[in-house]
Every structure is written in C-alpha cells, then in structure tokens.
T-cell receptor, first 115, second 117 residues
C-alpha cells in the first residue's frame, strides 16, 4: 500500500539548535512529496515540495528537506530553530496513478522549540 | 486572493441533527478536497472533486455522510444524522487543475470544528 510515515509523535529542540522532522514513504513510481505546517486553530500551510531535480529543496520560513531515494525518506530540516516554529508538521505524498490525484498525509509530528 | 473559505468555524449540535459544512474554494481551482482531522485517526481524505464531479469518495465513513459541489465556487459536506463520533475538525482544500496539478500544493481553509453532543 502506498503510504507515508512519520515515526516521531513529538520532537523537542532548543531554540537556536538545528531541527529534523523525519518522514519515510512507500509509493510505486516516482514520489511527489510535500511538507505542511499547522498552527493551532488553523488549516495546513504548504512549506515545500519535492517533485524532481535536486535532492535538497528549500521552502518557506527557512525550512528545507532532503530527498533520499535509497532510504525512501524526505526529512524536514532547519539549521536554527525558533520558538515560533513550534507547530504540527505533516509529510504528504501525492498519489496520481489510476486516474486518481490525491494527497495522503502522515500522522503528523509535533515540534516543540524551547527557549 | 481570499483563500479557501469555510463556514461555520464552529458547530455544536445534538446527536441526530443534520449538519451542513460549507466551502468556497479559491477561484480557478479545479480540485476540491474534504478532509477530517481527529486525534485518533489524523488527517483522513473523505472525498474529492474535479471540475465539480466527485472522483473518489472511498473515504466517506458511511451513508450518513454526503458531499456535493453544485458549481465551481461552492461545496457542502452534510452529515445526517450526526453522531458524537463525528466530532472532529473538517477541512476543505483546493488546488489548480492545470497540467501540473500533480505537483501543485493544496490550499487549506481554516476548518470547521464540529462537536456533536
């Protein structure tokens, strides 16, 4: 089955330290991968995507993600965390075979950045 | 661009009542998605439309749920009768329908928080 997994329910990091939020995927064919962030009482906001090309993609708010085909991973990273980065982060994969075109999300990882 | 607009933001109703959630997608977007978010099940895709036509409703929990898109600027998700286990946040999202639609991100509304007592 095609799916995306986020192995950590929560990630804790001190402000100023680098952060990584993990994501692995299982899809047939080339994956279209996305990261979204959700702040309290808000909808999901798009951060970045990987479609093809460079394995390191840059997105909003200083975030970047590294696509690794051999490890089937798409981890979200930021060199220096801010308290305001505290939120719920979702990895997602676009499924478009068989006439479908839909986005399937992981369970989400709560990021807590401590001052 | 006003973004995806959902109404109401909060809905509290009693078990057995009919609930209607509304969504206005971004103008020009051909795809519309309905998701449900709960602590236990995360984000679930309920149904999505392309050019107002339902494409995949395999995520709709049961016959109590129905969704319509009468035109390109409006969609509804209806629950009749509602049950306490339907309590969740329901999100609507839209995305463009161009040839590059597969790599276009979804734009989400702020959701409707439904509480069924």
């Amino acid at each position: 089955a095609q799916s995306v997994a986020q192995p950590e329910d929560q990630v804790n990091v001190a402000e100023g330290n680098p952060l990584t939020v993990k994501c692995t995927y299982s899809v047939s064919g080339n994956p279209y991968l996305f990261w979204y962030v959700q702040y309290p009482n808000r909808g999901l906001q798009f951060l970045l995507k990987y479609i093809t090309g460079d394995n390191l993609v840059k997105g909003s708010y200083g975030f970047e993600a590294e696509f690794n085909k051999s490890q089937t991973s798409f981890h979200l990273k930021k060199p220096s965390a801010l308290v305001s980065d505290s939120a719920l982060y979702f990895c997602a994969v676009r499924l478009f075979s068989g006439g479908y075109n839909k986005l399937i999300f992981g369970a989400g990882t709560r990021l807590a950045v401590h001052p | 661009d006003a973004g995806v607009i959902q109404s109401p933001r909060h809905e509290v109703t009693e078990m057995g009542q009919e609930v209607t959630l509304r969504c206005k997608p971004i103008s020009g977007h051909d795809y519309l998605f309905w998701y449900r978010q709960t602590m236990m099940r995360g984000l679930e895709l309920l149904i999505y439309f392309n050019n107002n036509v339902p494409i995949d409703d395999s995520g709709m929990p049961e016959d109590r749920f129905s969704a319509k898109m009468p035109n390109a600027s409006f969609s509804t998700l209806k629950i009749q009768p509602s049950e306490p286990r339907d309590s969740a946040v329901y999100f609507c999202a839209s995305s463009p329908g161009t040839s590059s639609s597969y790599n276009s991100p979804l734009h989400f509304g702020n959701g409707t928080r439904l509480t069924v007592t």
